[in-house]
Structures are given as structure tokens and as C-alpha cells.
């Protein structure tokens, strides 16, 4: 297995100088270490402060979405390469919140997709059921779509790192996870979508796929996700607070 991976998904839930506080705090907490990987991602706004604050140490930045633009008239959105000014290394893409409540399609998904390839960001691309697909059994399928999507018309053999966030949609933020086995199920078909578009392609997934379990983690859960095919965890609530964030680190350290 490799190193775990942490993201924090932030949201738009912080002020410059609350998201000062919540760095330092995990800096005090000194819960980072070499064997873990930690990308914290700020709201646009508070991108500059955090990449200062962050520049010195292992936690790496990321943005919590991007344009699949370069650059001209794209009224509010931020392009790869302004990104790339605050040094950022990684791009939420696809949440469930953008896709249900700012219309995504996976067209958009696959455009922003390539954008950050185009640019040397690494995506972190973020695919879940409803609570209605699950009830009517179409969880893999939703699953199987929204990657092949994803990854549509794009050479898999030149790509450097992608991330899959397995973020079943009906427990974002409610506090109740799914059970182990269920995500271990979906992680093992995420496993075999990309399993097979790389034997078409010629590449080897091992090589630059990482796969997360995202949902309502915690320190108490975080250890039973993190096993065989799940690399790491996308967290959202439990990632504003720097201890809880600190324990769920150290629970797999
Ligand atoms: C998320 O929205 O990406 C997420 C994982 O949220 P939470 O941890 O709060 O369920």
C-alpha cells in the first residue's frame, strides 16, 4: 500500500483569518509526518493566505475547483494556470455539491479533468451515488459512468497521477459513513473501470491512480476505510477542526 492520503475539503466554510487559525493549529498539533501525504483545500479566497502558510512544510495546496478554461471572458471562474501562481498541486473536480447544486455534467467533469492534466494538477475526481441510485441498485453503474466520463478521450498512458474520491452522495456531511464493505465493494469496481481503460490504453493504473473514500470519515471510522484498494480519505466536516483532523491522521500513522 502507499503512503495514506489526507484531503480536507474545506468548502466555503472559513474566513481568511479562522482558516489562519485552523493552519496553525495543525501545525501546533505536529500531526504531520513523513509517512502521510496531507493537501489541504481553501476556498479561492483564502488560497494565498494558505500557500504562504503552508509553503515551508509537507502539507500540499489545493483548490476545491477549477475552470476548464485558460484564460478570456469567464465571468467568477479561476483558471489552472492562477492556480498555479499560488503554487497549487491538486483540484477537487466533480464534487457531488457542484455537480447537484451548480449543474456539472460529466462533459464539464471531463473538460476540467483535462484542464488540470494540461496544466500539471492533479485531479481529484470525485464520483458517488444518490440515496435514490443506491435504493434501485445503480450504484456501479452511476460509478462506471461517471469515470469513463471522466477520463473520456483522454491518453491514460501519459498521465502522471490522477485521484478517484469514492463520495457516496447520501452521506456527505450527515455524520454516518457507509459500512466498510460498501465502499470497499465500489472501490473494487472504481478498481476495474480504470483497470480496464488502462489494458485498452496500455498503462498501468498502479502507476498514477490513488483512490479515496470520502463521506462523513472520522477519526473513529477513518481506520476502516483505509485498507487493500482505498489510499486515503477526502474529509469535509471533520477537516475544520485541527484536532480532529490531527486524530484522524494519526489513527493511520
Ligand atoms: C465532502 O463533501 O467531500 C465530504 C467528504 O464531506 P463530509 O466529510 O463532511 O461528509
Given at each position: 500500500m502507499r503512503k495514506p492520503l489526507f484531503i480536507a475539503n474545506?468548502?466555503?466554510?472559513?474566513t481568511v483569518d479562522q482558516n489562519k487559525a485552523l493552519v496553525d493549529n495543525i501545525f501546533q498539533l505536529s500531526c504531520i509526518n513523513k509517512n502521510v501525504d496531507v493537501v489541504v483545500c481553501p476556498s479561492y479566497t483564502n488560497i494565498p493566505m494558505v500557500s504562504n502558510l503552508v509553503k515551508n512544510s509537507s502539507i500540499v495546496l489545493g483548490a476545491q475547483d477549477v475552470s476548464w478554461e485558460e484564460k478570456g471572458s469567464m465571468t467568477g471562474e479561476v483558471s489552472p494556470r492562477m492556480l498555479q501562481d499560488f503554487s497549487v498541486n491538486y483540484v477537487i473536480v466533480g464534487h457531488s455539491e457542484r455537480r447537484g447544486k451548480m449543474g456539472e455534467t460529466d462533459e464539464m467533469v471531463n473538460k476540467k479533468v483535462k484542464a488540470c492534466l494540461n496544466n500539471n494538477l492533479i485531479p481529484v475526481i470525485c464520483v458517488g451515488e444518490t440515496g435514490d441510485e443506491r435504493r434501485e441498485g445503480k450504484t456501479d453503474q452511476v460509478i462506471i459512468r461517471q469515470i469513463s466520463k471522466a477520463l473520456y478521450n483522454i491518453d491514460l498512458r501519459t498521465v502522471k497521477s490522477i485521484v478517484i474520491a469514492y463520495e457516496p452522495i447520501w452521506v456527505i456531511g450527515t455524520g454516518r459513513a457507509v459500512n466498510a464493505q460498501e465502499a470497499e465493494h465500489v472501490t473494487r469496481v472504481i478498481n476495474g473501470v480504470i483497470h480496464d481503460l488502462c489494458h485498452i490504453a496500455g498503462c498501468n493504473m498502479e502507476d498514477f491512480v490513488t483512490i479515496l473514500y470520502g463521506g462523513s470519515v472520522t477519526s473513529d471510522n477513518v481506520r476502516y476505510f483505509v485498507k487493500e484498494n482505498i489510499d486515503g480519505v477526502l474529509v469535509g466536516?471533520?477537516?475544520?477542526?485541527a484536532q480532529e483532523f490531527c486524530n484522524i491522521i494519526k489513527a493511520l500513522s
Open positions: 474545506w468548502k466555503m466554510n472559513l466536516g471533520a477537516s475544520l477542526e
